[in-house]
């Protein structure tokens, strides 16, 4: 990382063309590729007051003689952070296309709002490629992120294609948007409280951007709440008709990273109670990954669910009091926990380079239903394995998987565990609640 002086620097402020220069210097063998151009270049908007480096917010400053320029310990600071974030090109969250292609203008004036920019990149009869290219108002980068770099595009059966991205860059530029919206309302509640018969001043601009001032931005969590347990036990399709909702959501941070603005109401489809408010990153992760309406393949994100977060996810599945009391999790959970953990030991291996590696995709589908637990049966088996495509594994009873899960759950978050069970509940479910449909995005019917 470069620590050269850039030229042209009056009271620690350097030119945009400066700043361009040295945002890609240092951000060179950064894992999250960024753009040149990141100041400069839209959508950057210097003349509205900051621009978007990363999930930071720089402030911009006119300069004698009108020339706009940034902190130079700002854009370092934005590196920084940048360089930190660690990205794995297989955890990917998908960015569409979904239903209900956005139809707003993109101008100048509108704020990142970076899942609408990249879908209408997305949507150019031409492709991303030639849409980055233009000059007349398209997106060349997103808070100077080259996404154009790391977009993963994938076919859907043999037609369909959908796009994706590295879920930290998901979360980075969440955390951009909601950074931005926190900066946006702060500058008009100072201008409102400020008075209007005289502008501010050259030092009091400089005195915004000076990176010694506490200000909100640094962290764009820091006005949100952390959740408690102030929507448990409410009903799903009861409290999302409830005006207001959506702002309440958003106030809060995540309930599992607790590190991204909630955008979202995550509740159980089984039993249609709300677990908690989570960011778009958790909520993607924790969804099951259907082939069909009983058949789920384990993706490689089922590790965070089930080994390095366990923790986490296990606390927050268990929020649903129909989960808790039965000690158990929704039945497409339970069969991908059971294809993933319970079953690891039988999935074949062969030699790699390395060692050895697991062979094929993993894949469980069952019959019946977790309403008749006597006739509902897991399948667990390995696809695309050279030694026989679609190999069963093993056929688990769902009594079978419930009493492993609860074994396990006591040795691996036994403060889960002890607050589980229906002698340590009150007011629950007399009967286990249909699946409620959820037709808020393509393809998640069930979930």
């Known amino acids: 990382m470069s620590e050269r002086v850039m030229p042209g620097r009056t009271d620690g402020l350097i030119t945009l063309d400066a700043a361009d220069a040295l945002w890609v210097d240092l951000t060179a063998d950064s894992a999250v590729p960024t753009a040149p151009g990141a100041v400069t270049r839209f959508p950057a908007h210097a003349q509205a007051g900051y621009v978007l480096l990363g999930s930071h917010v720089v402030a911009t400053v006119r300069a004698s003689g009108g020339q706009w320029t940034v902190a130079e310990a700002e854009v370092r600071r934005a590196a920084t952070q940048l360089n930190a974030v660690g990205t794995d090109r297989q955890d990917l969250v998908r960015i569409g296309p979904f239903r209900g292609v956005p139809r707003q203008e993109c101008t100048k004036e509108t704020p990142l709002r970076w899942r609408r920019r990249i879908t209408r990149a997305l949507h150019e009869p031409a492709g991303p490629e030639s849409a980055a290219r233009r000059e007349d108002g398209r997106p060349y980068h997103l808070a100077g992120i080259d996404w154009r770099r790391i977009l993963v595009e994938q076919t859907r059966d043999g037609a369909q294609r959908t796009w994706w991205l590295?879920?930290?860059?998901?979360?980075?530029?969440?955390?951009?948007?909601?950074?931005?919206?926190?900066?946006?309302?702060?500058?008009?509640?100072?201008?409102?409280?400020?008075?209007?018969?005289?502008?501010?001043?050259?030092a009091r601009q400089v005195r915004e951007a000076d990176p010694r001032q506490p200000t909100s931005r640094e962290d764009p969590t820091a006005s949100l709440r952390p959740y408690g347990r102030e929507l448990e036990g409410q009903?799903?399709?009861?409290?999302?008709?409830?005006?207001?909702?959506?702002?309440?959501?958003?106030?809060?941070?995540?309930?599992?990273?607790?590190?991204?603005?909630?955008?979202?109401?995550?509740?159980?489809?089984?039993?249609?109670?709300?677990?908690?408010?989570?960011?778009?990153?958790?909520?993607?992760?924790?969804?099951?990954?259907?082939?069909?309406?009983?058949?789920?393949?384990?993706?490689?994100?089922?590790?965070?669910l089930f080994d390095t977060d366990a923790g986490d996810w296990l606390r927050h599945w268990h929020r649903c009091p129909g989960c808790r009391a039965r000690t158990t999790l929704p039945l497409p959970h339970l069969?991908?926990?059971?294809?993933?953990?319970?079953?690891?030991?039988?999935?074949?291996?062969?030699?790699?380079?390395?060692?050895?590696?697991?062979?094929?995709?993993?894949?469980?589908?069952?019959?019946?239903?977790?309403?008749?637990?006597?006739?509902?049966?897991?399948?667990?088996?390995?696809?695309?394995?050279?030694?026989?495509?679609?190999?069963?594994l093993a056929q688990v009873a769902y009594r079978e998987a419930t009493e492993r899960f609860r074994i396990w759950l006591a040795e691996t978050a036994p403060a889960v565990a002890a607050a589980a069970g229906p002698d340590r509940l009150d007011g629950l479910p007399a009967q286990p609640r249909p699946v409620i449909a959820d037709t808020s995005g393509e393809d998640l019917a069930l979930f």
């Open 166 to 202: 590295p879920r930290a860059v998901v979360r980075m530029l969440d955390a951009a948007e909601h950074a931005e919206k926190q900066w946006v309302h702060a500058a008009r509640t100072r201008r409102a409280g400020a008075a209007v018969t005289e502008p501010p001043s050259h």
């Open 235 to 304: 009903l799903y399709s009861v409290l999302s008709r409830k005006p207001g909702t959506s702002r309440r959501v958003a106030g809060w941070a995540c309930a599992v990273c607790r590190t991204a603005p909630a955008t979202v109401l995550d509740h159980c489809h089984e039993h249609g109670y709300v677990r908690a408010p989570l960011c778009q990153s958790c909520n993607t992760q924790e969804r099951p990954d259907h082939l069909y309406g009983n058949d789920i393949r384990v993706a490689n994100r089922y590790t965070h």
């Open 335 to 392: 069969a991908a926990w059971t294809a993933h953990t319970a079953c690891r030991s039988l999935r074949p291996t062969h030699r790699a380079p390395r060692g050895r590696k697991p062979c094929g995709v993993l894949r469980v589908s069952w019959t019946g239903s977790q309403n008749a637990p006597r006739s509902c049966l897991l399948t667990v088996a390995v696809d695309f394995c050279p030694s026989g495509e679609h190999r069963v």
